[in-house]
Antibody, heavy 118, light 108 residues
Framework: DVQLVESGGGLVQPGGSLRLTCVAS????????VDWVRQAPGKGLEWVAHINGDGSQKYYGDSVKGRFTISRDNARNSLYLQMDSLRAEDTAVYYCARNRGYFALDIWGQGTMVTISS | HSALTQPPSASGSPGQSVTISCTGTSSDVGAYNYVSWYQQHPGRAPKLMIYEVSKRPSGVPDRFSGSKSGNTASLTVSGLQAEDEADYYCTSFGYNRVFGGGTKLTVL
């Protein structure tokens, strides 16, 4: 089956750090752009970041630029999101998704919840 | 950066058709034929329903169709069914990577 599985979410204090992981299976992961998208409780979708197939191109949303880092390990079919200097407004379900091109996200993980609270 | 503009809600009776709009600018929706639409049921991950304005991924019923005119894209759901009740989001390739604010579709 083609799938993405996220992990690493949890409860963190403001100012803390967290690393999310997304493991891909069933498709050629190394050839694809992959995105992180988040959704705060009761809110809409917000694009976070994306990375190209070989990891040489990375782009970030304004709200996370300078605090979050996207990376990947194609040998492990894995995508990562290192989140530093976390704020309460980063509380959300974080999804990874394959970008089939031109921001069409055709495979999504089930999401992992990140809660920032003291 | 501004999100794409969608109506907060839409509704229709079973069997009817409903259209959801997504208004952007000449830098995104108006500039490219790369509008996508996503369906999200409560507690579930989004699902790609339409890409490149009007193309359907394998497995998406042909009751779902997309179109675009100028800076506004539209998703039409024909022959409404109870399972179509969900939130719908649009996106567009462009300068900014943004989603629409979402539209809650209610099947009456």
């Amino acid at each position: 089956d083609v799938q993405l599985v996220e992990s690493g979410g949890g409860l963190v204090q403001p100012g803390g750090s967290l690393r999310l992981t997304c493991v891909a299976s069933g498709f050629t992961f190394s050839g694809d752009w992959v995105d992180w998208v988040r959704q705060a409780p009761g809110k809409g979708l917000e694009w976070v970041a994306h990375i190209n197939g070989d990891g040489s191109q990375k782009y970030y949303g304004d709200s996370v630029k300078g605090r979050f880092t996207i990376s990947r390990d194609n040998a492990r079919n894995s995508l990562y999101l290192q989140m530093d200097s976390l704020r309460a407004e980063d509380t959300a379900v974080y999804y990874c998704a394959r970008n089939r091109g031109y921001f069409a996200l055709d495979i999504w993980g089930q999401g992992t919840m990140v809660t920032i609270s003291s | 950066h501004s999100a794409l503009t969608q109506p907060p809600s839409a509704s229709g009776s079973p069997g009817q058709s409903v259209t959801i709009s997504c208004t952007g600018t000449s830098s995104d929706v108006g500039a490219y034929n790369y509008v996508s639409w996503y369906q999200q049921h409560p507690g579930r991950a989004p699902k790609l329903m339409i890409y490149e304005v009007s193309k359907r991924p394998s497995g998406v019923p042909d009751r779902f169709s997309g179109s675009k005119s100028g800076n506004t894209a539209s998703l039409t759901v024909s022959g409404l069914q109870a399972e179509d009740e969900a939130d719908y989001y649009c996106t567009s390739f462009g300068y900014n990577r943004v989603f629409g604010g979402g539209t809650k579709l209610t099947v009456l």
